[in-house]
């Protein structure tokens, strides 16, 4: 547990990165690039990311659990490394030779799509699978928050206008590459280097396509969406869509900070036979989890419509119809991510994880065909909110089922009833205010006493409880 607890720290560093340094640029992009820029940045990503997929072939999950398996059972680590990386490297160059071929075959604003080609070969480098797989979160979290603050240094001097679109492009996948390349100067204290057959490697093939195949119906319900926005309607209507979802994935990032940690862990558990302990770690983590994603919900939909017009900027005053009902995501996204990474994954069930994923791809695409013809934009916003609930539907639903997990509908209630009075009272108080960063500050005062109280008041508040039993 001392483990988990260090690691936790170094990742919510990072993860706190991720949100600080979102928060203080997103309105500077916003309000520079507007909602052409954003998602014509958006968009081309959006195809780039169809061969970063194919690039990575699952490495990253697959990758993680067998060094996590071989690091327990004291195998040879060096050998599982280099065979998983021959592996990823033969899939990288092909996938960057076929990127560069149908690009310059069938697409236009080609230079956008050149400097998003630095997110594929970012993937050749990427090793972060290996520190996860050894529970060494500090060096991939410690690299990735030095590439982070200068990526943002270089954002705030240098992206003024829509002109600088493809500068901002190169600066975001620049930084991209230089986080993965980075931490290879921490390997040789693990890995030494070993000659293996291609054989071997390409064996490897048989276990990542099963991490793969989810990955692979996950970008059909979130990337998609994009593609088909940009496609059908416009640059324009990327950028509404991806800034609307932009703070959800913040806190959406945040909340499952844990389930990053836990994934290796939970993985050493079931390599040792203690499935009873791995369902025990997370009647504790779900429900904190919950007792934090639920109030941020509430608190989304407290805050909206005195944000978006000072954060966004007015170019961008569409999505307050929009984020309202994206802000459920931060609970079911959450949820399921954490099932999947702490109970699917580490005991091997990727049948129930794949049917999950391919079923959100099924009603992402026929929901998408259906919606997206007649109601436009919000045919794409409905079609991802319902594959988001069915994925987390189906994890919950076999979670429940094949362990003595019970859901505290009691501690749930009280968090939902909690989020609630929140956010009616602190609405009311503010209800005359100005859209303004003081508006907002203020909201978050108020709110956040409202939600404790109410909790603890109750006896369903954690973090009391956690301080209780530290004075034991």
């Not at 990165?17 to 640029?25: D, L, M, N, R, S």
Request: glycine residues 6%; contains cysteine.
């Amino acid at each position: 547990m001392k483990n988990i607890a260090k690691n936790f720290f170094y990742q919510t560093i990072f993860q706190l990165a991720k949100i600080i340094i979102p928060i203080v640029t997103i309105p500077i992009v916003s309000n520079a690039l507007g909602p052409e820029g954003i998602g014509l940045y958006n968009y081309t990503r959006s195809i780039a990311q169809y061969f970063v997929l194919f690039a990575g072939l699952g490495v990253m999950l697959y990758g993680n659990r067998e060094i996590a398996l071989a690091w327990n059972k004291k195998g040879d680590i060096s050998q599982t490394f280099w065979e998983l990386f021959t592996f990823k490297a033969l899939s990288t160059v092909f996938c960057l030779l076929m990127y560069f071929f149908i690009v310059f075959l069938f697409f236009d604003n080609k230079v956008y799509y050149l400097a998003q080609s630095l997110t594929i070969i970012a993937v050749l480098f990427d090793i972060s699978w290996f520190f996860m797989g050894i529970e060494d979160f500090k060096k991939t979290s410690m690299s990735n928050l030095f590439v982070q603050v200068m990526t943002f240094i270089l954002i705030i001097l240098f992206v003024n206008d829509e002109s600088d679109t493809l500068l901002y492009t190169f600066i975001q996948t620049t930084g991209m590459f230089l986080s993965q390349a980075i931490v290879w100067i921490f390997l040789k204290r693990y890995i030494k280097f070993e000659f293996v057959s291609l054989k071997r490697s390409l064996s490897r093939f048989r276990g990542s396509i099963t991490f793969f195949i989810p990955q692979v119906a996950i970008l059909l319900y979130t990337n998609l969406n994009k593609t088909l926005l940009g496609w059908i309607i416009g640059s324009a209507a990327v950028g509404y869509y991806a800034n609307s979802l932009q703070l959800n994935d913040v806190f959406v990032t945040i909340i499952t900070t844990l389930d990053v940690v836990l994934l290796p862990h939970m993985s050493g558990l079931f390599a040792k036979n203690n499935t009873n302990r791995i369902v025990q770690v997370m009647g504790t983590t779900i429900h904190i989890q919950l007792f934090f994603s639920i109030p941020i919900m509430f608190g989304m939909l407290t805050v909206f419509d005195k944000l978006v017009p000072w954060f966004f900027g007015s170019k961008f005053l569409f999505i307050e119809q929009v984020i309202p009902f994206f802000a459920i995501l931060v609970v079911i996204k959450s949820l399921g991510i954490s099932i999947s990474r702490q109970y699917l994954m580490p005991i091997g069930k990727i049948g129930e994880y794949n049917k999950s994923v391919i079923l959100g791809a099924i009603i992402n695409i026929i929901a998408n065909l259906a919606l997206l013809p007649t109601i436009g934009f919000w045919g794409v916003v409905i079609s991802m909110l319902t594959a988001e609930f069915f994925v987390t539907f189906v994890r919950a639903r076999s979670f429940a089922k094949n362990t003595e997990f019970k859901f505290d509908l009691r501690r749930i209630a009280t968090y939902t009833v909690s989020g609630i009075t929140m956010c009616l009272i602190t609405r009311f108080l503010t209800r005359e205010m100005n859209a303004s960063m003081v508006t907002n500050l203020l909201q978050v005062v108020i709110a956040v006493p409202i939600y404790f109280g109410l909790t603890t008041l109750f006896k369903v508040n954690p973090l009391i409880a956690y301080m209780k039993n530290r004075r034991k």
